[in-house]
């Protein structure tokens, strides 16, 4: 089984809910240092409490559809108060089902902030030379299936992980050199 140190750090997004929490509380399980990222510190202490080690399991309130062009610093502002990140998961995201005929530019924008730039923005910052932890660090977005296959009323929802796939196609091929994994998966319902 795999087994983490407490110096193995590692940065969740949308550790509040979902799949976000479960990873953050496996990791948390395995020996991992946590930074759980959320909206609501409320529900991120909830998680904290019921972590396997809550004295290495860390929230951290930011809602990643705003400031976006701050988060790289905000990642390395982490990394300098927490440790070398040797992770970083990127699990928040928006779902909305919007039929084409209402579809707006602003609520495609919403939906990209979180699931699109957000994630590029926290690669940027953890990609930073003196923030993570050397060869062998790794990232991971959260897509969809929903980026492959496709589904009535979510064409924003599925071009914005379509665009993380894309990206992270890229940024696998320019962190390699600096010992960084970049990969996605894409969870169904």
């Known amino acids: 089984m795999i087994r983490f140190a407490s ?4 940065l969740v997004t ?6 976000g929490r479960c990873i953050a509380a496996l990791l948390n399980e395995l020996g991992a240092t946590v930074i759980a990222v959320g909206r609501d510190l409320e529900r991120l202490e909830t998680v904290r409490a019921s972590a396997p080690s809550p004295t290495q399991f860390h ?5 990643l559809s705003r400031d976006l062009e701050a988060v790289p610093e905000w990642v390395a502002g982490l990394s300098g108060r927490f440790g070398l990140l040797r992770g970083l998961v990127h699990s928040a995201g928006l779902v909305e ?9 602003e609520g495609a924008r919403r939906l990209f902030d979180v699931n699109y730039f957000a994630g590029i ?3 940027k910052g953890f990609s930073k ?5 050397g060869p062998g660090s790794s990232i991971l977005f959260l897509s969809s299936i929903q980026a ?7 064409s924003t929802y599925s071009a914005s992980k379509g665009a993380l796939n894309a990206a992270v196609r890229s940024l696998a091929v320019g962190l390699q050199p600096k010992g960084i994994r970049g990969n996605a998966i894409a969870p169904g319902y």
């Open 7 to 10: 110096s193995d750090v590692f």
């Open 14 to 19: 949308g550790a509040s809910a979902g799949i």
């Open 59 to 63: 929230p951290a309130v930011r809602d």
């Open 97 to 105: 089902i919007i039929p084409l005929k209402v579809l707006s530019i």
């Open 121 to 123: 923005a926290l690669a």
């Open 129 to 133: 030379r003196g923030v993570f932890a």
């Open 148 to 154: 492959i296959r496709g589904t009535a009323g979510v």
